[in-house]
């Protein structure tokens, strides 16, 4: 049975659900220390020279781990981002110091540390700025929301906050509101500097908005009483100030929108959902000419296409217009002829509708631009044009790239100024039709032809290619009870639904769906909600596209209902009658509770928070046993640690019985682990999500050189952790060292073809292992042999970037999972060169595999990737139930 299971008809009448909002918002992670110079590279797979995650790194291990450690979001509630009651608002923002090796000072672009005083004085000269801090940097900096507009009373802005909510949650009513379409003020939302280094859009917005508070231009004056301008001035004010294209917490920003994972992604998607913009545009670098989208194909399945395209490309050519006319000296050019860029002023800037055959960003919504659209903007991803010489781009490209900037900006503003009605009413039809249910169809020639507004998209627009047709249901379940796999990861994905803004409801009563009954709690996402788009992005499979394009900029897949570890059922279609008795839900339910009175007490070891849970008690030297079936039992001991867990991880423990008390002598006893670790920021990041607090880092350099003095790294370690290159020569100190370690007992667990090395070199597996291709990544679907380790909570989907594969396994060596007989589900995965590294070679071979020593050392390795940027969340816990199993053996 898939996790994602499809009921192809509702049950008879049902009565319509009414569904509230579930917008939430969550605070930001803890302060942390100021970041450090780079200590890990990102292994996950990004492309492009300039935009190539390979390249960023920010912390090092301990940092990474101290800020790790604060772990996922917590639990949403009602709400993002609290606006100002009435404008101006200008608090006195937080002044930071200088940092002495501010990379800004190289590029002579605005540091970090000068933007509160720049600001504080706008607003003291200016009555039409307003900052506001909408959440810190993992670093503890401070992330800025800047807001331009005419002064506005009380009363006016409570009346635009109630025009913006009837706009998303009433939009019949909003359409044929007359005085919303004269007085509405519509948002129109600039961010800049996601990548830490790529900082002039940063530089372009200040002048801009300096340039704004003091315009006495009617052009300007007319601009802010009909509009608000939003600025992100800085979303990753750690990476600016340090040169670095990632976070403080090592991750790229700007592919964390679904995740999560950093504070600055939490802070742009809160501010999303608050702002509710009618064309958002982010700024980036570098491409060597000025790019700006919409993006060519794949076009994802769940945008509104003939809403969004028309004014975003219209919007681009205009940005052309007005750069071309710029003729700024040093900018560079597209020619359209031959595909290069030149400095001769050629007329044209690059448009990827226009100019990029296939692969560029569109599909997966990962990125600040694909995100914000399914909040219902137009919206773009601005590629500024001149590069870095060494860490930062120079003085004078920074200047060049700042006035290319400033323009494009300009352009935008008038654009949107000039089209607003029209553009309003495209976002109030995105609306209706989520709340309508309207069924999705992908655009055909007749509606090409007959979608108004401008038209220069329609000859760009391949009918056959451009976006496949969606088949929405009426509603995905997400069952409580028996029928789900993980309670704790059912709630974690819920949780993340309402973090979005996705209407999430619960059932009133046992109901029955398509023949299928589910219990009262379970949760209920309706199709019928004003952000579908984004609800169905989130929880569908998704589409194999590997025969639609040669190659992806980025991941093709990334669905939770099938990676988050929960069982999750997609009902009936979105024609189909609502089902009855959902309660619209705000936050998830609390459930965990303490039996009184009870000496022993159990819980379900299933998902990410029940890992957590487990090595917090484990922390506090609670006596635990893990039981065949997957439960953990915890000793009278314990129970004030279990306590602890009950509020902290909120778990539902249950008496154990008789007996299962008598049956702990010959159960497995646990112990708190310390796993040393080689690998990146994933693996790090994962593991103390996971809730492993003792982790130690090790290279294969360092163990060589620590073999002398037993500083390796390896002392008292229980497990070693391969999640990139730990190759020791043969016959050297540092491979007698870590063999005598195994042989001791020591377990290897980890990832890829390096951690198959390890394991093998070290006498714990054999056989061959194959690489899938490099680039190929998406859904796959597994099976889970009889006697798995992974039996107790079986998962039948996984996540890989790239794909690797075991055959001629050597004696001892097992299968724990495989591929299936077609294994890719959704995404981007096609055999290159020979033929042999598509999921037709992997089909039916193992996916994960283990061994044992007569030692009692374990190992697994994945072939799987289950920590690809802490992402597939019932990956993590598959590993964390193979580092128990690996750790039990000794």
Same mark, same amino acid.
């Given at each position: ?335 359209? =002829? ?169 059932? =009133? ?166 796993? =040393? ?214």
């Amino acid at each position: 049975m898939r996790l994602l299971r499809t009921i192809a008809v509702l049950s008879g009448a049902a009565i319509a659900a009414s569904l509230t909002s579930g917008t939430a918002f969550a605070a930001s992670a803890p302060s942390a220390p100021t970041a450090l110079r780079a200590a890990f590279t990102d292994d996950s797979g990004g492309r492009g020279p300039e935009r190539d995650p390979d390249s960023a790194g920010s912390a090092s291990f301990a940092d990474l781990v101290k800020l790790a450690k604060t772990g996922p979001a917590a639990k949403a509630a009602d709400g993002a981002i609290a606006m100002p009651a009435s404008y101006p608002h200008q608090p006195a923002l937080t002044v930071y110091p200088a940092d002495e090796n501010d990379a800004t000072r190289l590029n002579e672009t605005i540091a970090f540390s000068e933007l509160a005083p720049l600001l504080n004085g706008l607003m003291a000269q200016s009555d039409r700025i307003s900052t506001q801090v909408v959440g810190q940097s993992t670093s503890g900096r401070d992330l800025y929301l800047v807001t331009v507009t005419a002064p506005e009373g009380r009363g006016e802005t409570a009346q635009q906050t109630k025009w913006r909510e009837q706009i998303r949650t009433a939009p019949d009513k909003a359409a044929q509101d007359r005085r919303l379409a004269a007085n509405y003020k519509t948002p129109i939302w600039i961010s800049a500097n996601i990548h830490g280094n790529e900082w002039e859009g940063t530089d372009a917005a200040v002048q801009l908005i300096e340039q704004l508070a003091a315009s006495q231009d009617p052009e300007t004056i007319a601009l802010l009483k009909k509009h608000r301008l939003y600025f992100s001035l800085s979303l990753n004010p750690d990476g600016r100030t340090i040169a670095t294209r990632a976070t403080a917490l090592s991750l790229d920003g700007n592919r964390d929108m679904v995740t999560l994972t950093t504070p600055e992604a939490r802070s742009f998607v809160a501010t999303a959902q608050a702002l509710q913009p009618l064309y958002a545009a982010d700024f980036h670098g570098y491409t060597n000419v000025l790019q700006v989208e919409p993006c060519g194909p794949p076009h994802g399945e769940n945008y509104e296409y003939d809403l969004f395209i028309p004014h975003g490309y219209a919007l681009a050519l205009r940005v052309e217009t007005d750069v071309v006319a710029a003729a700024i000296p040093g900018n560079r050019y597209y020619d359209r =002829a031959t595909g290069g860029t030149t400095t001769t002023n050629t007329g044209s800037i690059k448009i990827p509708y226009r100019d990029t055959a296939s692969g560029w960003d569109d599909y997966p919504p990962i990125f600040t631009a694909q995100y914000a659209a399914y909040h219902g903007a137009v919206t773009a991803t601005v590629e500024l044009p001149l590069g870095r010489t060494g860490s930062t781009t120079t003085p004078t490209n920074a200047r060049i790239n700042t006035e290319v900037a400033k323009v494009t900006m300009e352009s935008m503003l008038r654009y949107v100024a000039a089209h607003s009605d029209a553009i309003l009413a495209d976002q109030i039809e995105v609306f209706r039709r989520g709340l309508a249910g309207a069924p999705k169809t992908a655009l055909t020639t007749a509606g090409v032809a007959a979608t108004p507004g401008p038209d220069e998209w329609k000859e760009h627009w391949d009918v056959a290619d451009d976006q496949d047709p969606v088949q929405l249901p009426r509603a995905y379940v997400i069952p409580t009870g028996e029928g789900q796999r993980s309670a704790s990861d059912a709630e974690a994905l819920v949780d993340a639904l309402l973090f979005h803004g996705v209407q999430v409801g619960a059932l =009133a009563h046992d109901t029955t769906v398509g023949g299928v009954t589910y219990p009262a709690g379970s949760f209920v996402v309706d199709m019928h909600q004003p952000r579908r788009g984004l609800a169905n992005v989130l929880l569908d499979l998704g589409t194999d596209i590997s025969g639609k394009v040669p190659s992806m900029y980025d991941i093709s897949a990334w669905s939770l209902a099938y990676l988050w570890g929960a069982t999750v059922d997609k009902v009936g279609d979105t024609t189909d009658a609502a089902i009855g008795g959902v309660v619209p839900l705000h936050r998830v339910p609390q459930d965990g509770v303490l039996p009184k009175k009870a000496p022993y007490v159990a819980f379900d070891v299933a998902g990410v928070e029940d890992y957590r849970a487990l090595n917090a008690l484990l922390d506090a030297d609670a006596p635990v046993w893990l039981l065949d079936d997957g439960r953990a039992v915890v000793g009278p001991e314990g129970l004030a640690a279990a306590a602890n867990a009950v509020v902290t991880y909120d778990i539902p423990f249950e008496t154990v019985s008789d007996a299962d008390i008598a049956a702990l002598d010959e159960a497995t006893v646990l112990e708190e682990l310390t796993i =040393a670790v080689a690998g990146t920021q994933d693996d790090v990041l994962a593991l103390a999500e996971l809730g492993f607090s003792d982790l130690v880092r090790v290279t294969a350099a360092g163990v060589q050189a620590g073999v002398a003095t037993g500083t390796t790294g390896l002392e008292g370690a229980d497990l070693l952790w391969v999640g990139s290159a730990f190759s020791l020569p043969a016959g050297s100190p540092g491979r007698q060292y870590v063999q005598a370690w195994v042989d001791a007992g020591g377990s290897i667990v980890g990832r890829t073809n390096q951690a198959f090395a390890v394991a093998s070199t070290y006498g714990l597996v054999s056989g061959t292992v194959v690489a899938g291709n490099g680039s190929g990544n998406g859904i796959v679907d597994v099976d889970v042999p009889e006697g798995s380790i992974f039996s107790n909570h079986p998962q039948d989907a996984a996540f890989i970037y790239p794909a690797y594969w075991f055959t001629g396994l050597g004696e001892g060596t097992v299968a724990q999972l495989t591929y299936a007989d077609d294994p890719l589900l959704a995404g981007h995965w096609r055999a290159t060169g020979a033929g042999t590294n598509g999921p037709a070679s992997a089909a039916g071979q193992a996916s994960v595999v283990s061994g044992e020593a007569a030692s009692g050392a374990r190992a697994v390795v994945f072939g799987t990737s289950p920590f690809f940027r802490t992402h597939p969340k019932g990956g993590m816990s598959q590993a964390a139930q193979a580092i128990f199993w690996a750790a039990a053996g000794e």
